[in-house]
């Protein structure tokens, strides 16, 4: 099997969304820079691909763009390139595909800027490095249990075989795991997808339909930020889970 003899050496932060449901808060700082646990929510991000020897990771922008920049700006682990999207807003897929070139041609890590997480027993993205194969994956995504997750309200995504093989929520009433805003992505599926925007999803499900949609369950606690009291509760359940 072909698995990754080293942890996958770039990243791409999504930081370029509009932030409305985290209003009025966003109305003069962009939702990444928001402080969760005295800690802007990219460097949550930021600090885990450090953690696990990332050294080089794109930042996309659009809103309040500059202060983004300005913020990472002086980081030199890992080392930071922007993809700038003041011009037109690519959504998840199409922000990811305007960054491979400097992604590289292996596979590389993707963190979603609005949540986080707080460590367990080791490093998650090193679980999912751990985790990857050539042979059968293009896509490994970082799952919380549903039970478990911060600041989420819905009925889960995905299911996932013993195998750690996923398969979408569908028309089921609840599915046990969410999709925490972590996964590797192999840069060979962009090789047929559209110009402009589109979202990752339609990867997804690419893989679904192939097999190669796979899955690594997390281990610690997983926060999802999505609207200004989530704050408080992220901050409240981080100080119980370390005390």
Same mark, same amino acid.
Request: net charge negative.
């Given at each position: 099997?072909?698995?990754?003899?080293?942890?996958?050496?770039?990243?791409?932060?999504? =930081? =370029?969304?509009?932030?409305?449901?985290?209003?009025?808060?966003?109305?003069?700082?962009?939702?990444?820079?928001?402080?969760?646990?005295?800690?802007?929510?990219?460097?949550?991000?930021?600090?885990?691909? =450090?953690?696990?020897?990332?050294?080089?990771?794109?930042? /996309?922008?659009?809103?309040?763009?500059?202060?983004?920049?300005?913020?990472?700006?002086?980081?030199?682990?890992?080392?930071?390139?922007?993809?700038?999207?003041?011009?037109?807003?690519?959504?998840?897929?199409?922000?990811?595909? /305007?960054?491979?070139?400097?992604?590289?041609?292996?596979?590389?890590?993707?963190?979603?800027?609005?949540?986080?997480?707080?460590?367990?027993?080791?490093?998650?993205?090193?679980?999912?490095?751990?985790?990857?194969?050539?042979?059968?994956?293009?896509?490994?995504?970082?799952?919380?249990?549903?039970?478990?997750?911060?600041?989420?309200?819905?009925?889960?995504?995905?299911?996932?075989?013993?195998?750690?093989?996923?398969?979408?929520?569908?028309?089921?009433?609840?599915?046990?795991?969410?999709?925490?805003?972590?996964?590797?992505?192999?840069?060979?599926?962009?090789?047929?997808?559209?110009?402009? =925007?589109?979202?990752? /999803?339609?990867?997804?499900?690419?893989?679904?339909?192939?097999?190669?949609?796979?899955?690594?369950?997390?281990?610690?606690?997983?926060?999802?930020?999505?609207?200004?009291?989530?704050?408080?509760?992220?901050?409240?359940?981080?100080?119980?889970?370390?005390?």
């Amino acid at each position: 099997m072909n698995s990754l003899t080293s942890i996958p050496d770039h990243a791409i932060v999504l =930081a =370029a969304g509009l932030g409305k449901r985290m209003r009025p808060l966003t109305n003069s700082t962009p939702k990444p820079l928001l402080q969760v646990a005295n800690k802007a929510l990219l460097d949550h991000g930021l600090d885990a691909l =450090a953690a696990a020897g990332v050294t080089k990771s794109v930042v /996309n922008v659009h809103y309040l763009a500059e202060q983004i920049k300005t913020h990472v700006a002086d980081r030199r682990v890992p080392k930071i390139t922007i993809s700038d999207e003041r011009d037109l807003l690519l959504d998840s897929g199409g922000g990811v595909k /305007n960054a491979l070139k400097e992604l590289g041609t292996s596979p590389f890590f993707l963190l979603n800027a609005d949540s986080f997480w707080i460590e367990g027993h080791g490093l998650n993205l090193v679980k999912m490095s751990n985790e990857w194969t050539d042979d059968n994956i293009d896509i490994l995504l970082l799952l919380s249990p549903l039970e478990k997750a911060v600041g989420f309200s819905g009925k889960g995504d995905f299911f996932m075989n013993q195998t750690g093989q996923l398969t979408r929520r569908g028309e089921k009433d609840v599915a046990p795991f969410i999709y925490a805003g972590a996964a590797i992505l192999s840069p060979k599926i962009f090789e047929n997808t559209p110009d402009g =925007a589109f979202s990752l /999803n339609r990867l997804f499900d690419e893989a679904i339909e192939k097999g190669r949609l796979f899955g690594t369950q997390m281990d610690g606690l997983w926060l999802h930020v999505g609207a200004p009291p989530s704050i408080a509760e992220a901050e409240q359940a981080i100080s119980k889970y370390l005390s």
